[in-house]
């Protein structure tokens, strides 16, 4: 359904249950901004002159500049999601939301100069702490890490991971390897000590072709084809075995859908069964450790032609209902909103207000808010 | 922790009561030397003599429980799927089938040299068409092309694509670049010119890397992220335009499961609906497209024996002409051969997945 974002904070929209928003996307005010929370002048230098090299020859451009929804831009100029006075106008205050956790896309990992890509890290935390995270109590953050690199993450862990405002790891879902092998496995020992959930937002790059045939042409195929991509990471999750190596590990699966876990989650099971003798750490079917271990934010939300087959959803894999979290991926330009989101149908008892603010409570750790702006 | 071996069932086959279409029967070369009546001189020199005995890529490994059912490997020692004797007996009468199509996995995409993948291919057509078609009437082939050049696979079909008993093109979907894309047209127009189907199928071997975070570590992530790979080409496909550029081309999805497509129609169409205008010829909603000009073999089913669960996958598919029967013969998928069907299927969706939609996808008659 096509919303419009509020222009005016006298513009306030109504919803049944109090709000976590899973998924907000904030933006540099200008390309400069992030200078000053380089961590040192060597890196700042660097910063300034080469900056981040990536993969180059693989970029299909955007429908939208920057994503961005077109009523998302501030008033004042800057692009869309760099003015938090507009993102609460927009978001927190309008929809009255609890808390909102921020994901700040700026391709850390996704440098092929991966020590600057730690010093990127770095400068993006500084940065979500001292603009976003102090100013706004209801905001919080992933930390971005070099997931690249197991060893400089752990460094970034210990470095900022305490700092109360970030409730889990910023990770991206194109790696350079599946994420159960060992290469990243530092990193997760790292989270399970802090119980840090691992925050898998779409988007990233590894350097490898988007596909398994290659590059795409279009937007339209990198865009629906990102939840593809979660496919593989949960697979090799699971069957590299790492929640028995890591019995306590969270993950958290941001921007993919959800309409893809049942058939995957038979689709494991049914090779698993046959081909477990090449796994032997797995003690229970593949997609036991797939309703323990991952959380799944919503947006995009998959939006069935008949409303009652998001139900038959539900049915067919009953742990999503503890596990899915709404988020709006705000400012983009497929934002979903909170109160025009659900399909017009009977949801199982409890299940909306899990989904809105019960599930992601519960993961991260969050009080409930006593009072509300508004009811 | 002791592992409990796992050991594929034997191959036993059913009566359904009714003829049936299978879509996907596996035969196998057993050597390069059984395909040496079909290569000139110069390749039986050069096999003999060089490092080269025939692509080494396979997307079954031969040790992997699911590559063979017990009782597959012939008398004679050949690996599974090499004997027309077998698979007489196993498949086409074990199971009644009226008409088998034959796929045959041999590597050719996974050779480098142009010259030495076209002539591979061109071998596994004449040796598919003496020892197999010619020999059995019940069966049908899928010919083999050199993907990586698809002007040479287009003169491949030209040379062998008129045989009645071909009937589609083997288009392995790990490939070095997505079908939908322009540099594959050749390939397409002569698959559309000939009347015969674009098979896409489990594997490939590109030498790139088969998900889009590289390499994964075990046969078991490669077996299930295959179906990302089809997922991938589907949207390749149709956002591309091949299909409004080719209007009677249809297309087959062999061994890709099938139960992840109402997830994949409702993502894909709503995400056409905000993108659409990148991809003006795209004229349709994705779904229609699928729906429209593309069919899928049955095997492996992907889903619980749950038949509730089963109506509902039928009911989001909103079609039942999608689903073609097939054993995926000597793979194992199924341990008992009341296993071969999803459970609780009504009367008219058991007949279409046995034969009718097969029969007219195909157009046998």
């Known amino acids: 359904m096509v919303v419009t974002l509020p222009r005016s904070s006298a513009d306030r929209r109504q919803t049944k249950y109090p709000i976590i928003d899973g998924d907000i996307h904030p933006t540099l005010k200008s390309p400069r901004a992030l200078d000053k929370y380089f961590l040192t002048d060597e890196w700042r230098q660097y ?16 429908t939208y500049p920057n994503a961005a929804r077109v009523d998302a831009y501030p008033p004042n100029g800057g692009p869309a999601g760099s003015d938090l006075d507009f993102m609460r106008l927009q978001l927190l205050d309008a929809w009255d939301m609890e808390y909102g956790i921020l994901q700040p896309l700026m391709g850390a990992a996704s440098v092929r100069n991966l020590e600057y890509g730690a010093a990127l890290s770095s400068a993006i935390n500084e940065w979500q702490i001292a603009e976003w995270l102090i100013p706004e109590p209801r905001l919080r953050s992933g930390l971005v890490v070099p997931y690249e690199d197991g060893p400089m993450s752990v460094a970034e862990i210990e470095r900022r991971g305490s700092y109360p405002g970030f409730v889990q790891l910023m990770m991206a879902m194109r790696t350079s390897e599946p994420l159960g092998r060992p290469k990243y496995w530092p990193i997760y020992e790292a989270a399970e000590a802090r119980g840090l959930p691992l925050g898998i937002h779409v988007g990233g790059g590894g350097g490898v072709p988007t596909s398994g045939a290659g590059w795409p042409s279009y937007y339209i195929e990198d865009h629906t084809g990102q939840s593809t991509a979660f496919h593989t990471q949960v697979s090799s999750f699971i069957f590299e075995g790492i929640f028995e190596r890591f019995p306590k590990l969270k993950v958290v699966l941001i921007e993919g859908g959800f309409a893809w876990v049942p058939s995957l989650a038979w689709r494991m099971d049914a090779a698993w069964s046959k081909l477990r003798g090449e796994v032997p750490k797995l003690q229970r079917k593949p997609s036991e450790y797939f309703a323990e271990h991952f959380w799944l934010t919503t947006q995009p939300m998959e939006e069935p032609p008949v409303p009652h087959q998001f139900v038959q959803l539900l049915e067919q894999a009953p742990w999503l209902q503890d596990k899915l979290m709404f988020a709006t991926d705000y400012p983009h330009w497929d934002f979903d909103a909170p109160d025009a989101c659900l399909p017009d149908v009977e949801l199982p008892d409890g299940f909306e207000e899990k989904l809105m603010v019960g599930n992601a409570r519960k993961l991260y750790r969050l009080p409930a808010r006593i009072e509300r702006t508004h009811a | 922790m002791t592992v409990q071996p796992v050991t594929p069932p034997v ?28 290569l000139s001189a110069h390749w039986r020199e050069y096999i003999s003599t060089s490092a080269f005995k025939g692509p080494v890529d396979t997307p079954y490994p031969s040790g992997a429980p699911t590559s063979a059912l017990d009782g597959t490997r012939p008398a004679d020692g050949g690996p599974p799927g090499s004997s027309l004797q077998l698979i007489r007996e196993q498949v086409l009468d074990a199971w009644s089938v009226e008409i088998g199509i034959l796929n045959c996995s041999y590597s050719v995409d996974g050779i480098a040299a142009p010259d030495t993948a076209a002539a591979m291919a061109s071998a596994v057509n004449d040796w598919l068409i003496a020892e197999w078609l010619d020999k ?3 069966l049908r082939a899928t010919m083999l092309v050199p993907t990586r050049v698809p002007e040479m696979a287009a003169k491949e079909i030209e040379r062998v694509g008129g045989h009645p008993g071909i009937v589609q093109v083997m288009l392995p979907v790990v490939a070095q670049a997505l079908y939908g894309q322009r540099r594959w047209w050749p390939l397409f127009e002569a698959i559309e010119r000939h009347n015969l189907v674009a098979s896409f199928q489990f594997g490939g071997a590109s030498g790139f890397p088969m998900t889009s975070s590289g390499w994964p570590s075990h046969y078991v992530e490669e077996y299930v992220d295959m179906a990302q790979v089809f997922q991938s080409q589907l949207l390749s496909i149709v956002s591309e335009g091949l299909l409004d550029k080719f209007p009677t081309l249809r297309l087959a999805m062999i061994e890709s499961g099938w139960s992840w497509l109402p997830g994949f129609f409702w993502r894909f169409d709503k995400v056409w609906k905000g993108l659409r205008r990148e991809t003006p010829w795209v004229k349709m909603l994705p779904s229609e497209y699928v729906k429209e000009r593309m069919r899928f073999s049955l095997q492996p089913l992907d889903l619980p024996r749950d038949p509730v669960i089963v109506q509902q996958i039928f009911e989001q598919l909103d079609s039942d002409t999608l689903l073609m029967f097939s054993t995926d013969y000597p793979h194992w998928h199924f341990d008992t051969p009341e296993e071969a069907l999803p459970v609780g299927l009504t009367e008219a969706q058991r007949a279409r ?12 008659s």
């Open chain 1, 47 to 62: 910063h300034q002159s080469i900056g981040g090299r990536g993969f180059t020859g693989t970029s299909v451009p955007r």
């Open chain 2, 11 to 38: 191959a036993r086959g059913h009566n359904f009561g009714q003829p049936v279409i299978d879509t996907d029967i596996h035969c196998t070369v057993p050597s390069a030397q059984a395909l040496f009546p079909y």
């Open chain 2, 136 to 138: 059995e009437p019940r």
């Open chain 2, 353 to 364: 997945i046995l034969y009718d939609n097969a029969a007219s996808f195909y157009g046998f």
